[in-house]
């Protein structure tokens, strides 16, 4: 989720832009405020989103001004700079700003600013370290609006879901609308169903009467989750409990259609895997996954499930009806592409599938198929979007000369072109290389350069300032120390999870060091659970080797079943898993936000990748374009 796309668009009152003519201070309610007709035209552009005009004219304001009025001119320039997505003016234009001279709202501004910066970045901790504590109950309302809203994206993109659930209770408190009000509501209370009890009594959350009155009605819903007609009574209980809930009478209604409408009733699973063939070892990875998932999951989860060998491809269609007719729920598989294309083209589908590969046809899909995989090209997009958010402007690809890597550079050169409408430069080199030093030589353009004493050194001709690079972990060990050796070594450097195996030597570390890439936070989480690395590695000798990642797959396939009619009905939804944060496009594709590491020994965990194509948060203040 990139925030410069997703996050709402926040119009600040015209109020706080009317200051008062000595230029000291800003007029939070004058009673007859004197319209700044410049002013005014800064807003309106602002307002009609033409956002580099409003920066311009606020910045021209701000140069005609002094003291407080320069201080708000020059921060709303930045902040209309900054839904211009320009990072670079942003910063320029708050270096001009004094933060000692800042009023409160001012500050609050100035931090606001500086935080939806750190959101761009998928910098949640910073950005929660620039918000602070909570602004002053008088601060402006849009301020304050604007504060709790990024506070619950930045706990969305730690994956904390109790405290964004605890900013969005805040947020609520700021819609108007009762429609808002519900849309919000119901956010809270999903966000809370999701949370075990027990997990809720550790958080030692201080709650008010209202933040507890959301802690009970969450417990009774899932409590009563299947069963609204057994909640009347307890939800009588809980309204005299908390009779100045701000919770809607319609919120309970709309919960239960909502998850009649999302939640698959399951019982009995079928997986189609092969065992036999060229995906043999793989499906045997994936099986050992679900099984670890099925034996972690509690009783309410633990579904019974029935394998089937698909590695006759004459025979899956066959074999999903047979599944179906033995009294399967929902099929997890096949694997193979050339089956799941066959499932594709089907028409319709006697139970849900969830296939383990992805493929798009020229054919209407199925309504009950489900793809999903560790794609590739999810991470060449997501390399695209993190060295946009960075600043960077003219990438360099390193790409193998094979249909994989191909692919890799499509779908990293799309993404890229839609973020900047700029091409990407490219270097393909001999699949099955051992050596990339000619490609690494070609894609900066090296000319030997006289340095004056007689000597020439190389330098870099082109107008490349990052390079992403896919390959081996033998290959990704050498671009470093090459564009060392060739006086580019400041460039940075990104690769995709096929770049290590999962550690890095001592011996290697001095090589990669610093070359960023995304991969599955399975791979790179410490934890000690049943899931955990450490467990499956203990009880899965194989998990070590190459298809370690197949693992985390299988866990997630079993895991993401009951969440399908969710993560498919909401623009939003996303789901903690394994192999990433996931969520689902409009061709019912599983995608997954990974996790960004910096190599060195051992890897330094980043982050949690963004997606310019989730906007997180549903509502829209009153009186905001659409």
Avoid at 159 to 186: W, Y
């Amino acid at each position: 989720m990139q925030i410069k796309n997703s996050l709402i668009i926040i119009l600040f009152s015209l109020a706080a832009l009317l200051l008062n003519a000595c230029g000291t201070s800003s007029v939070r309610q004058p009673s007859k405020p004197r319209v700044d007709p410049e002013v005014s035209q800064a807003a309106q552009l602002y307002q009609n989103r033409q956002y580099s005009q409003a920066a311009t004219l606020y910045r021209q304001l701000a140069d005609q001004s002094t003291g407080s009025r320069r201080s708000l001119m020059l921060l709303m320039s930045a902040d209309s700079w900054l839904r211009d997505l320009q990072y670079h003016e942003v910063e320029s234009t708050l270096a001009l700003v004094n933060p000692q001279s800042l009023s409160a709202d001012e500050d609050l501004r100035y931090r606001l600013i500086q935080a939806e910066m750190k959101l761009s970045d998928n910098q949640p901790d910073a950005a929660l370290s620039l918000l602070g504590n909570p602004p002053a109950q008088d601060s402006l309302a849009d301020l304050q609006q604007r504060y709790y809203h990024y506070k619950a994206e930045a706990y969305l993109q730690k994956q904390d879901i109790v405290n964004r659930a605890l900013q969005l209770i805040q947020l609520e408190r700021f819609m108007v609308s009762s429609q808002q009000r519900l849309q919000i509501q119901l956010e809270i209370l999903n966000e809370l169903v999701r949370v075990d009890t027990h997990t809720l009594n550790q958080s030692n959350i201080q709650a008010d009467m209202i933040t507890a009155g959301w802690l009970e009605l969450s417990r009774l819903a899932r409590g009563f989750r299947r069963d609204p007609q057994g909640l009347i009574g307890p939800y009588k209980e809980w309204r005299s409990l908390y009779p100045d809930h701000r919770a809607l009478p319609e919120l309970m209604s709309n919960f239960y259609a909502q998850q009649q409408q999302q939640q698959l009733e399951i019982d009995k699973i079928a997986v189609l895997l092969p065992e036999s063939g060229p995906y043999s070892k793989a499906a045997a990875a994936i099986r050992d996954g679900i099984l670890a998932a099925w034996f972690a999951a509690d009783g309410s989860t633990r579904h019974e499930i029935q394998f089937y060998d698909s590695s006759n491809l004459d025979q899956i269609w066959p074999q999903v009806n047979k599944a179906a007719e033995q009294g399967a729920d929902i099929i997890i598989g096949p694997l193979d592409k050339q089956a799941v294309t066959q499932l594709a083209r089907a028409g319709n589908l006697p139970v849900p599938v969830l296939a383990l590969n992805q493929v798009l046809t020229d054919t209407i899909m199925p309504r009950d198929l489900y793809q999903y995989s560790l794609s590739p090209e999810d991470e060449a997009r997501q390399v695209a979007e993190r060295a946009w958010n960075k600043g960077l402007s003219y990438p360099g690809v390193l790409v193998p000369d094979n249909a994989l890597g191909l692919r890799l550079l499509d779908a990293f050169s799309e993404r890229w072109q839609s973020l900047s409408g700029e091409s990407v430069s490219s270097v393909r080199y001999p699949a099955g290389s051992t050596d990339i030093s000619a490609a690494v030589i070609q894609l900066l353009n090296i000319r030997e350069v006289p340095t004056g004493s007689g000597d020439s050194r190389p330098q870099q001709m082109s107008a490349v300032d990052f390079v992403f690079a896919i390959g081996n972990p033998t290959l990704i060990r050498q671009v470093r120390p090459m564009l060392q050796y060739n006086y580019a070594g400041k460039l940075p450097v990104f690769a995709t999870s096929s770049g290590w195996d999962g550690s890095v030597s001592h011996e290697a570390s001095f090589d990669v060091k610093g070359v960023e890439l995304p991969d599955i936070p399975w791979l790179v989480d410490e934890g000690n659970g049943l899931l955990s690395r450490s467990t499956i590695n203990g009880h899965f000798p194989a998990s070590k080797g190459q298809y370690a990642r197949l693992y985390p797959m299988g866990m997630d396939a079993y895991n993401l079943l009951p969440h399908l009619r969710s993560l498919e009905n909401s623009k939003t939804g996303t789901l903690q898993g394994q192999t990433g944060v996931l969520y689902m496009d409009q061709n019912q594709h599983i995608h997954r936000l990974l996790t960004w590491i910096s190599l060195a020994q051992p890897p330094l965990v980043l982050g949690v990748s963004s997606h310019a194509g989730m906007s997180q948060t549903q509502y829209m203040p009153p009186g905001l374009p659409q």
